[in-house]
Nanobody, 117 residues
């Protein structure tokens, strides 16, 4: 049984920073990628950033230069360093794990990020 759990969300002022973590547990194959998605109130879920097990990253245009995705394969943990946050970044952030071999995907419960003064 694979589970994915996010943490690190909270309230931050504009211009501030947060670091989100996503810990995966269970039987996880090596060939995979993980990603961060977010959903703002009244809007659909959108991709924020992804990272493969080999370290290849991809970012949404809206967060390039501000967010950094990383992972620790030994710990099966992914991180999202968010800098220069704006109110537009306010959303529930979700962790996603995709296992290539089985084509299975797993989602976390989400963690709330609120950017407000």
């Amino acid at each position: 049984q694979v589970q994915v759990v996010e943490s690190g969300g909270g309230l931050v002022q504009p211009g501030g920073s947060l670091r989100l973590s996503c810990a995966a547990s269970g039987s996880i194959f090596s060939m995979n990628y993980m990603g961060w998605y977010r959903q703002a109130p009244g809007k659909g879920r959108e991709l924020v950033a992804t990272i493969t097990s080999g370290g290849i990253t991809n970012y949404a245009d809206s967060v390039k230069g501000r967010f950094t995705i990383s992972r620790d394969n030994a710990k099966n943990t992914m991180y999202l360093q968010m800098n220069s946050l704006t109110p537009e970044d306010t959303a529930v952030y979700y962790c996603r794990l995709v296992v290539f071999l089985s084509a299975h995907e797993y989602w976390g419960q989400g963690t709330q990020v609120t950017v407000s003064s």
